[in-house]
């Protein structure tokens, strides 16, 4: 991040702050009146900070006013996520027996003593934040607020005032999903569908439902004394413009987790037309989890080309770029710094729009100096308040090591691939790594640890640890298991290690896992304790002949992969009962059977449907011969893409032919699948090869199976694309 996200952070922070505020275990320890005094700091600075990042080139004291305030903010978060930490502790605390809780009151983590010092550390957070708000008075900065009353808004992303429903047409991912929920269920209409964008963060119910109110009656050209109603006339004015209309609400950038508002304003949008729709943009995994009925659509980062387009959208006018080549190439450099990130993008922009100095140009070029490094080895110069490190080339002495690594107090996030023996191995690495207490990200991905130190159990923000292909590692430490915030653990390609951590049951964070061990089964690990679970990688357990039972405990998972084990007879029992999976991925397991004789006892009752599997991709199973029943029941119209290859047994079977939903299929070498699904309307690509039944059925024109086909935009058979405009 770089100090135009400050905004962002300070963002974020607030959210963290009130989210707190409204725990009931804020209360019980004494610090429900701290946290709302810096929350309503915090609004009186976040109020100036865009129209302080825009004018921060021009002052240098500004930039050092918006470091102060970056670094609080930090700070803040890491004092917060030891508040949450030891939320999640005293909730184990329950289970420890009387005879460990004496023992436990005379030890340092005590409660009490925590207490105190969270209560005391909150307390400078807020006489700091005090003193950086009295600053901000020194630079006569302009606060940005909502302009309710011509439904206008400042847009944060874009540094401009805009009308609400053009919010929408700043984002193409957002155009996108628009155009995706009204191009089919809103044709027709005779009257234009209600469309109302309304920015609403944190909200009271009776707030909402004014913006509502006014973004609807301002796309009508009316408005009206508003602001006089009380919650029965809200109410009743919110009916008058939904009731029996079809509408398209977009509720933009919500950070609100309190499900009790949300169950009492579904309530209140619910007079609408059949067909109505509403869509929820937000940063927070935990809003998308409690507002949403369908799949998360999670936003992608533009690739480079896009990215340069809306960065020089921001900072020339139209055309004008083609008079400043110079100024052009630096801004590709500040391009490929903001790595596809909107919101950097047009911040950027706009802070050069109108500014043709090359001098002016570079200061915002190395914005990020003080926050991101990319490193070519140990050797190289740093600031000591650096919080993302990237080491590219690790082939330093000892000494240079130590060096470097003593100067990283405050990273965040520590990216060391393909670290050599000659730093894994020393002392210095695991003295300085001791010092990283605030760590959220840390990446080994590659290196040639033997065994990872047991400090890794410290690190309690840690949120991500990579140490993929780390294939030297024998041993995971048991204080792994001890990360409670972690969200993130890959392990898989470390083929070497012999048995899984003990004590996996209390990782209750974690939403992804990779794996590669050498354990025959994988019970005994509390894998299936892990409910927050959405995505399980096991890949390459040579000898794995079971994963573990119990599996249907996890509620959460929606991707699972099983890969390169060629041992593995047969899956879990309860997998078919995972009803929250959506993309199965198995391949390279030469001796697993898929049929229902492994013990897939469905339910009796014809209610049972399964799972609802969107994406199915099966490799080199030379045991499947048909795609199984359990498997198919409850995916014969959510399947949309499917990619079979060289499952040289495989034929087709009665479930086959009632797959409706497929969109995207790829079918590689699989010589006994004589046909292609009965229905198959919404196909838009199709690639087969090596399959010459297939082929023959699938030519053009001629082929009995080509009217299946003939409405894909793409196909592709035995390499050679056909084209269905020559039709």
Known sequence: MAESFVFNIAENLFSKVWDLVHQEISLAWGIRGDLEKLANTLTTIKAVLLDAEEKQVRQHQLRVWLQMLRNACYDTEDVLDEFEIEALRKQDRKEINFGKKVGYFLSSSNPLPFRFNMAQKIKELQHTFREIAELKNNF????????????????????????????????????????MLTQDDLAGVEDMPVLAIVGIGDFDVQQLMLKVVKAIKAEKGSDGDLESMNLQQSQTALRECLNGKKYLLIL???????????????????????????????????????????????????????????????????????????????????????????????????????????????????????????????????????????????????????????????????????????????????????????????????????????WVGNLKHLRYLNLCDCRHIKKLPNSICELQNLLSLGFAGCDQIEELPKYMRNMTSLVFLSLTTKQRDLNGHGLEHLKSLQFLIIWGCENLQYLFEGIQNLTSLHTLGVASCKNLVSLPHGLNNLTSLQTLVIGICEKLDLSEAQGFREKEDDDYQGF????????????????????????????????????????????????????????????????????????????????????????????????????????????????????
């Open 140 to 179: 006569h900065l302009t606060e940005i607020h909502d302009c309710p009353r011509h439904n206008r808004r400042f847009d944060r992303e874009t540094h401009s005032f805009v009308q609400a429903s053009e919010v929408i047409g700043r984002d193409d991912e957002k155009q996108k999903i628009v155009k």
């Open 252 to 454: 933009d950038d919500v950070w609100n987790e309190d499900n009790r508002k949300w169950v009492e304003l579904k309530q209140l949008l619910s007079g609408g037309a059949t067909g109505s729709k509403i869509v929820v943009t937000t940063r927070i995994k935990k809003v998308a989890d409690i507002t949403g009925t369908l799949s998360t659509h999670m936003l992608k980062d533009l690739p480079y080309d896009r990215s340069l387009s809306l960065f020089l959208k921001f900072a020339f006018k139209k055309g004008e770029e083609k008079k400043y080549p110079n100024l052009v190439e630096i801004g590709e450099e500040i391009v490929k710094k903001c790595r596809g990130v909107p919101l950097l993008l047009k911040t950027l922009g706009s802070m050069l729009f109108s500014k043709t100095s090359e001098l002016e140009w570079k200061l915002v070029k190395n914005i990020s100096k003080n926050e991101c490094c990319l490193a070519n080895s140990f050797k190289q110069s740093i600031t000591p308040s650096i919080r993302h490190v990237s080491l590219i080339n690790s082939d330093s002495s000892e000494e240079s090591a130590s060096a470097f690594l003593n100067k990283l107090g405050h990273v965040r996030t520590l990216r060391f691939s393909y670290m050599g023996k000659s730093v894994t191995s020393n002392k210095s690495f695991d003295e300085n790594c001791l010092k990283f207490q605030r760590l959220r990200v840390l990446d080994l991905f590659g290196s040639t640890f033997e065994v990872l130190p047991e």
């Open 612 to 727: 609802s599997l969107e994406s199915l991709e099966t490799t080199a199973l030379p045991k499947l011969e048909t795609l199984p029943h359990w498997l198919l029941r409850g995916s014969a119209n959510t399947l949309k893409n499917l990619m079979m290859k060289d499952c040289k047994n495989l034929r087709a079977s009665p479930e086959w032919h009632n797959l409706t939903s497929l969109e995207k299929v790829d079918i590689t070498r699989c010589p006994g699948l004589s046909s292609l699904p009965d229905t198959m309307q919404r196909l838009k690509q199709l690639r087969i090869e090596g399959c010459p039944l297939l082929t023959e059925r699938c030519k053009q024109q001629v082929g009995v199976d080509w009217p299946k086909i003939a409405h894909a935009s793409l196909i592709f058979l035995d390499a050679i694309r056909i084209s269905v405009e020559d039709d």
